[in-house]
Each structure stands twice: as structure tokens, then as C-alpha cells.
């Protein structure tokens, strides 16, 4: 790499966000591959500073991947960071320039494409999956491969995921959802649902739950059709150009509703929907639009907070701990609300666990990609969870749902301790008119 | 191809997880906080002492040199692999933390991160002073190797003054103790705070016996604001001269002062042209009646404003603001550079006269923070590496800044040692004799001059910084 490509490197791999880095190290204690690899190679100032290298061509891209593949990108170090380097900015770049470069192995390119590619962005490919699923658990399909050892042999460790996933729902039931919601009692907002891929084909209850709080809560819902994936996992492995077909796509189908918020659910989506207008940055059309729309996206902890809270019914002595999403606490800065809803639960006792902020190791699919790296991660998690004695943890992303079962199972404490999205734990508990 | 002592290596540190080789660990090996990258040929963690005195007899038998790190937050170079060979990286050896309560002593494992230290003392009702700003970053090994200090320097001294034994592997792979567990101990040469400040030139620190002390009962801070900078002066004068002894005292320029305000507020009145952040710590009582004593001697030499915030909530609020200097002024501009040099407290006024001086003759972005009640001063410079005529006159403001201190009988370095990035100017600070004397107990306990080479003493030919290639 000479000259003008190195220029034209330096430009993708955002270079220039590097040399906000002092490297001073007050990232390091906030990593989760820093804590559990303990190599300077796996922080964020390792990193960074690795970035840096390759861009000054002394060293080769391909050097790059594992230390930028293996990381969560959960972002707690620009939290923890004292001059605020971007290094979200840094690892997409990085990302971008791998995928570039990479001559993909053909089982991870099929994967890929076929995951990402296609599954994802298209409503039907989801409602695929939801069939599947439940056609699977209902056929019976899936005790005998479950007995077989069939499901070990899915590719990537998928069968371990499997173990832990909901049930799913019937495709009737998936069928019959309305457009729209209107609120009970007093209307004091109009909404949007942003549905999400996963959380809509896997956690359809999580959704209809979601409607339910909001409709309680004062707020009328729209579930605008033309919806799509947030890009999340294509900006992830660097498919930028997918992810602002996909933005733009979500944007255009949103401007079509009167609504004060658009509302999501999972903390990795809302992560994503809040990036819109730095993804759109250097599009003039959008970038205004995308502007208007990362203002008004709002996790539904902080529209339930702002909205006064639910009326909730007191149920038996529960004790409860909390694992936030990385995306929700770091990228979207909402810490407080989720804590103080939980907290408002009559009946509850609730525990903070030790690091809490520290990623579960779910990451996107960084669990399902990087197995080992992340099951070492989770065990971590699961070694400040367990002095809370809680009998539930609280969650606000589906990735971290499924890792957490995930933990739970590992440590076999499935008989006393259960995990639970915060929009189902609080609708268990919904005041019902 | 691997070189002899390469395979030789694998069979001392049998676990080779633990040796790293691929070009992206060596290269996250090769620098530290401070200045330029290298790429040493092995990093090797061991876990005990046992395996270090292993590497350091291959080292020693090849003549291959070794660089001890520890979370690399150094802002001197100390652990910077100039000449290639291994990082020794001690973050693994984190097996011991025992405190003594009857002894009020802790043993500790060099690995282990100061604060975690600083925790468990607190646990057990006991004080660990030394608190350096990275603190919850840096190991206890690299405190130790470095000398670091921090605000309550003042009262409490540094690193050092509670270090009462070590065990050490030599650059021979000898294990050897110095000190021992006893306050008072005078038993031949104190190698002990020989050892402590070497920057990892005479040998490995693999033990630390660390002092502690009760814990202060209370607290309270007190924010001085000042209309002139040598009214500042005078105050850190007068209140340490009247029989006073704040645990720490800060002092912030008006320059920071802005960065801060425009970075986060704080409520810092930006037309000041300095304040002081003053802490005292003790029995309440005493606390109460000094606090009334630091007032009303601030005000009398000019102080503008004095706030006493004795609540934990509003003294945080306080000194929130003074950590909040770093982030501040690095959004100036984004290469940092940070000095330590230090002037006896009496000459802080005139130290910070030369410092402007400095600004203005080589038109940087220099601003001044810093442990004001120990002359300890941290002038900034806020730059960008990739402006090559800027970094030149960077070069020659940082050692006009080291002559000041020199002349003014001060020294080069009050927490953060002297590295690669000082030793061009030591001679200046010690005299040739002075520096020879040094050189001596060095090639004494180094014969083959593999621990940690090119620190402290300056290499052939080496007269000034260089911080552009």
C-alpha cells in the first residue's frame, strides 16, 4: 500500500479519529476481551492504536482481523473514555476496510448472504424463520433432534442457541396483529413501533407486550408495515452500503405516520436507529430526514418512564437484578430509566450486580461467531450475578435475553433463576382494566 | 526462523499462550502514554516469580533485553521496547493481596491495580495515600518502579514512602529481598528505595510490602478563586507556612479553567486567572478551625472567592471538575504533551511567569495544572503530531521548560520519571559526577545492560527530545 491507496485507507478506516486517543489506558479496565483475553492486542486503546498501524502501512490489514473481529463492540470504553474518542467511528471503519479486503471462506460467505443478506431486511424471510420455529417445536421435530444430538451440529455452535430460544408463536397469531393500537384512557402520545427482525419473528410476544404497556400507559401505536431490519448486524460486519439501504427504508416508511416517537424495544436496534444520521451523513437528501428521525427514536423504558410509569399490580417477593444492554447504556445513554421502572414494581427487591455496565458477551452474533471468546465473557457475568441471589434477571435486548438463559443454563440454575425482557416482566405484572 | 534464544524461551514459559508472537501483539506492546511505537520479539506474562527469574537468566545468557510493563500508563517511556527483544508484562502476577492489620502492611503481587489495592485497605479501615490520577488503571509493580505520586503527594508523600520491602529478580535471575516488614529498619544500604523510581533498570519488582496508615476520620475541600496569578502564589505560601498541611492543594490557570467551562461546566468563573482547589483531611474539629484559618488567609491575600464544601456530594462536585482538566484541554488540540516538572513551592509564582513566557515565544497551546502545594506542576502542551513544525517548537519549548525548573532549583520529574523522553537533560539536573555515580550502581547490577536499556541515561549523542521522527 503506497501513496494514494494508503490515502484513500486512511479515509475509510477513519484514521483521524485515532489521534483523539492519549493512550492513557482508562479503557482497559472497562473491556470485556481486555478482562477475559488479557492481552493489550484485545482493549480498546490495543486497538485503536492497531487501526493507526495498518493506516501507516506498518502493518497488514490482515493482522487487523482477529483483534477487531473479537471485539464485542459493546462501547463501554467510549464511556469510559476521558477525551471521548470515537471508537465506535474507529471500529466500523476497521470493519468496512476488512470486509473490503477479506477473500471470504465460502461456508462464512453462504452464511452471510444468506443471514444477513437476505433473511434479515426481508419481513417474510423473518416470518420464515417464525414459522420454522414454530412448526419445529410443534411437529415435535425438535425433541427428537434435541435427543439425537441432532442440533449439535448445526453450523457455529447454533444448536447451543437453540436450546435457549422462546417459544414461538403461531403463525395465525403472527397473522392476525393490527396496524394499529389505539391508547386506553387518556391519549397522551401517538407512537410508532419499530418491530426489529429478530424481536419480531422471535419475540413476537415481546412486541405485542410492548403495544399492551403502551397502550396502558396513555400512548396510541402505529406498526407501520413498510418497517424493515435496523442494519444493525450489517453495519457490524461492515456492510455499510446495505445498512443505508436499510435506514433509508425504515426513515421513508416512518415519515408516513403523524407520530411523536418511534418506539424500539431492543437496545442494539435502538443502538443503530440512533446512528441513522451519522450513516447518512454524507447523503444531502437524508440527512436531514435521518436527523428527524434519530431525535424522535426513543427506547420504551424512557417513553414508559416519561409517560408517568404503569399502573402495575403487586405480586409475590421477587428479587431482581438487572443486566443492561451495552447498546441502550452506551450508545443510547439510558442507564436510569429501565433501573427505575424495574424499581417501582411493587413486591420487587432489586440488587445491583457487580459491573453490571460490563457486556454479556451476546454482542449482535459476536456469540455465535466467536463461541469460546464469548461463553468466557458470560461466565464472568455470571460470577457477579450469582452473589444478588436474584430469581430474575432483567433485560432490555434480545441478545443479552438469550445469553443470559444461556448462563443460567451453563451454571444449572435453571429451577431458580429465570431471565426476562423488562417489557414481559413489567406486562406480567400489567394492571389490567 | 526463530532465533536460539526464541526456542529457548518456550521451554522456560511452558504454557506459549503466554509468549506472544503474531505482529499485532508485539506492536500493542510497543508503546505506553507518552511518545513513539516499537515492536519488541517476544511479550512473555509470566505468572510468578519463578518464571520471571527464568527469562531474565535466558535474557541474561543471550544478552537480550528486557522491558517490565505493567498497564502501560507510563507518560515517560518506561516500558517502551527501544531495542527490540522482550516486554516482560507483569499484569498477570496479580496472586497475592494480603493485608496485616496488626502491622498495617499489605503484601502484594506487582500486577494488581492500585485502586484495588487502595479498596481493600479501605475495607479494613486503613489508608493507602499515594494516588496517582491513573490510579484505577496503573499496577501496583509500575507505581512502585515509577515513583508515582499524585494530589495528596503534599501531605502523604509518593509511591516510595510507603514501600517497606520488595522482592526483586536481579538481571541475572537472582530472587532477592531488600527491606523487610518493619517500620524502622536501617540495615546496611537501602536498597529498597534504590530499587524504588529505577524504572526497571536494576531488576524485575515481583513482592511488594506496602505501609499503611489509620484512615483519616474526615474531610473537607475549599475552592479559591484568584484575580492574579501571583495572589495564588502567596496563598499556597501562606497557608502551608502557617502550620497547615492540606492533603492536597491544586492549582488550575485560567486557560484550563476556560477548556473546563467549555467542555462541561462546572461553574469555574472563567474571567479568573487562577484557582485553587485545597483538600484538608483529619479529625473534624481540626478540620472545621483550619478550614476557617485557609479562608481567611486566602482572602487576605487577595482571593476573590472561597467556597467550603464539606458534604461528600458537594466536595465530589469539586474535584470532578479538577479530573475533568485532561479531557478538557485535549479537546485544544489532540496530541498531549504532559510534564511534570517541579520547582521548590516558593518559586510556583515565578515557575509559572517562565511558563507563559514559554507560550508566548514559541506561540503554543500551553496550558498549566497541577499538585501546586508540592511545586509539582503539570504544564500541558496541547499540539498535533502531524504538524511537524509545531511539534519542532514543542521540542524546544518542553526542554526550555525543564531548564526553568533546573534553575530554579527544582527538578525534571516529580511523579513521572525520567524514561527516554528526560534523559537528555539529567546531566543538567545531577551534574556529570552525578549522573556517572548512577551510571555505576546500574552497570553493577546490570553487567550486560539488558534491563530495560535506553532509560534514564542518556544514549551516545542524545542531548534533546525529539518527538517527531
Given amino acids: 500500500m503506497k501513496g494514494q491507496s494508503l490515502k484513500d485507507l486512511q479515509q475509510k478506516i477513519g484514521y483521524k479519529y485515532t489521534f483523539d486517543c492519549v493512550q492513557c489506558a482508562y479503557c482497559l479496565p472497562v473491556c470485556p476481551t481486555y478482562e477475559t483475553m488479557g492481552i493489550e492486542t484485545h482493549s480498546p486503546r490495543g486497538r485503536i492504536n492497531l487501526v493507526k498501524m495498518v493506516a501507516e502501512g506498518q502493518m497488514e ?20 473514555c476521558p477525551t471521548d474518542t470515537q471508537y465506535g467511528r474507529i471500529l466500523e471503519g476497521a470493519k468496512e476496510v476488512l470486509n473490503d479486503w477479506e477473500k471470504k471462506s465460502i461456508s462464512k460467505k453462504i452464511t452471510e448472504k444468506i443471514v444477513i443478506g437476505k433473511l434479515f431486511p426481508s419481513s417474510s424471510g423473518m416470518d420464515m424463520i417464525g414459522h420454522i420455529m414454530w412448526g419445529y417445536e410443534k411437529t415435535g421435530l425438535q425433541k427428537l433432534a434435541r435427543k439425537t444430538g441432532l442440533t449439535s451440529l448445526a453450523p457455529m455452535r447454533l444448536g447451543k442457541f437453540e436450546q435457549v430460544l422462546p417459544s414461538p408463536v403461531a403463525p395465525k397469531e403472527r397473522k392476525s396483529r393490527k396496524n394499529y393500537y389505539p391508547a386506553k384512557g387518556k391519549v397522551q402520545l401517538t407512537v410508532a413501533l419499530f418491530t426489529g427482525c429478530i424481536m419480531d419473528s422471535m419475540f413476537f410476544t415481546t412486541n405485542q407486550n410492548t403495544i399492551k404497556l403502551l397502550n396502558h400507559a396513555g400512548a396510541n401505536v402505529y406498526i407501520p408495515e413498510e418497517q424493515t431490519c435496523c442494519g444493525a448486524l450489517h453495519s457490524h460486519s461492515g456492510e455499510a452500503n446495505e445498512a443505508r439501504k436499510l435506514a433509508i427504508r425504515n426513515i421513508k416508511a416512518f415519515e408516513e405516520y403523524n407520530i411523536d416517537y418511534v418506539v424500539n424495544n431492543a437496545g442494539g436496534c435502538g443502538a443503530q ?90 454482542a449482535g452474533i459476536y456469540n455465535i461467531v466467536n463461541y469460546e471468546e464469548s461463553m468466557d465473557i458470560l461466565d464472568v457475568k455470571m460470577d457477579h450475578m450469582k452473589p444478588t441471589k436474584a430469581n430474575t434477571i432483567v433485560t432490555t435486548n434480545p441478545g443479552c435475553l438469550l445469553q443470559m438463559k444461556m448462563g443460567i443454563k451453563r451454571e444449572g440454575l435453571e429451577d431458580s433463576v429465570r431471565a426476562v425482557h423488562l417489557v414481559d416482566f413489567l406486562a406480567e405484572r400489567l394492571l389490567e382494566n | 526462523m526463530n532465533k536460539k534464544w526464541q526456542i529457548e524461551l518456550e521451554n522456560v514459559i511452558k504454557d506459549n499462550k503466554r509468549i506472544l508472537t503474531n505482529p499485532a501483539d508485539l506492536l500493542s506492546y510497543g508503546f505506553d502514554a507518552s511518545f513513539g511505537q516499537y515492536k519488541p520479539e517476544r511479550v512473555v506474562q509470566p505468572l510468578n516469580r519463578e518464571e520471571v527469574a527464568e527469562v531474565m537468566k535466558l535474557a541474561n545468557k543471550h544478552s537480550i533485553p528486557v522491558y517490565p510493563r505493567g498497564q502501560g500508563t507510563c507518560l515517560s517511556g518506561g516500558p517502551l521496547p527501544l531495542k527490540g527483544g522482550i516486554v516482560l508484562d507483569t499484569c498477570r502476577m496479580t496472586a497475592k493481596l494480603i493485608i496485616d492489620s496488626e502491622n498495617l502492611t499489605a503484601v502484594v503481587s506487582p500486577g494488581i491495580i492500585t485502586s484495588k489495592i487502595k479498596e481493600a485497605v479501605d475495607k479494613e479501615g486503613f489508608f493507602y495515600p499515594p494516588d496517582p490520577s491513573s490510579a484505577h488503571v496503573s499496577t501496583i509493580g509500575g507505581n512502585v518502579a515509577e515513583n508515582s505520586g499524585g494530589p495528596r503527594g503534599l501531605k502523604y508523600g509518593v509511591t516510595g514512602n510507603y514501600v517497606l520491602g520488595l522482592e526483586v529478580v536481579t538481571p541475572e535471575g537472582e530472587i532477592i529481598n531488600t527491606g523487610g516488614r518493619t517500620i524502622k529498619n536501617v540495615t546496611g544500604y537501602n536498597l529498597t528505595q534504590l530499587l524504588v523510581g529505577s524504572e526497571g533498570t536494576l531488576g524485575v519488582i515481583t513482592e511488594i510490602t506496602l505501609r499503611l496508615i489509620p484512615k483519616p476520620k474526615s474531610r473537607v475541600s475549599i475552592l479559591t478563586v484568584f484575580d492574579d496569578l501571583m495572589d495564588s502564589g502567596r496563598a499556597i505560601s501562606r497557608v502551608l507556612s502557617s502550620g497547615i498541611m492540606p492533603s492536597a492543594m491544586e492549582i488550575m490557570d485560567k486557560h484550563c479553567i476556560k477548556a473546563v467551562e467549555n467542555y462541561k461546566p462546572a461553574g469555574y468563573p472563567t474571567d479568573a486567572a487562577a484557582i485553587l482547589l485545597i483538600e484538608l483531611d483529619g479529625h473534624p474539629k481540626a478540620i472545621e478551625e483550619e478550614a476557617q484559618q485557609v479562608d481567611q488567609i486566602c482572602r487576605e491575600v487577595g482571593a476573590r472567592d472561597v467556597q467550603i464544601a464539606v458534604g461528600e456530594e458537594d466536595q465530589k462536585k469539586l474535584w470532578e471538575a479538577r479530573k475533568l482538566v485532561s479531557p478538557a484541554i485535549a479537546k485544544i488540540k489532540p496530541t498531549k504533551i504532559s510534564e511534570d516538572a517541579t520547582v521548590p513551592r516558593s518559586k510556583i509564582p515565578e515557575m509559572f511567569d517562565r511558563l507563559n513566557k514559554i507560550r508566548d515565544k514559541y506561540n503554543l497551546e500551553l496550558v498549566v495544572f497541577g499538585h501546586a502545594g508540592d511545586g509539582n506542576l503539570h504544564p500541558n502542551i496541547l499540539a498535533d503530531k502531524r504538524d511537524r513544525d509545531e511539534m519542532k517548537r514543542v521540542e524546544m519549548a518542553v526542554a526550555e521548560i525543564f531548564e526553568a525548573a533546573i534553575e530554579l532549583g527544582g527538578t525534571l520529574s516529580g511523579e513521572h520519571g525520567i524514561g527516554t523522553m528526560k534523559s537528555p ?12 555515580m548512577m551510571k555505576r550502581v546500574k552497570e553493577a547490577w546490570d553487567p550486560n545492560n539488558i534491563m530495560n536499556p535506553g532509560k534514564i541515561f542518556p544514549e551516545k549523542g542524545q542531548s534533546k527530545l525529539v518527538l517527531t521522527e
Fill in chain 1, 61 to 80: 490489514i490482515e493482522d487487523l482481523r482477529e483483534p477487531i473481529e473479537k471485539c464485542l463492540g459493546c462501547q463501554a470504553c467510549v464511556t469510559a
Fill in chain 1, 273 to 362: 436507529l440512533s446512528e441513522y444520521e451519522h450513516l447518512l451523513s454524507e447523503e444531502p437528501e437524508w440527512k436531514a430526514r435521518a436527523h428527524l428521525f434519530v431525535q424522535n427514536s426513543k427506547d420504551i423504558s424512557t417513553v414508559l418512564w416519561d409517560l408517568g410509569g404503569i399502573q402495575l399490580l403487586e405480586a409475590k417477593e421477587e428479587v431482581v437484578t438487572y443486566q443492561p444492554s451495552c447498546h441502550l447504556t452506551h450508545v443510547q445513554k439510558v442507564t436510569r430509566e429501565p433501573k427505575a421502572l424495574i424499581e417501582t414494581i411493587p413486591g420487587v427487591i432489586f440488587r445491583e450486580m457487580k459491573d453490571e455496565q460490563k457486556c454479556c458477551g451476546s
Fill in chain 2, 425 to 436: 537533560f539529567m546531566e543538567k539536573e545531577l551534574g556529570t559526577m552525578g549522573l556517572a
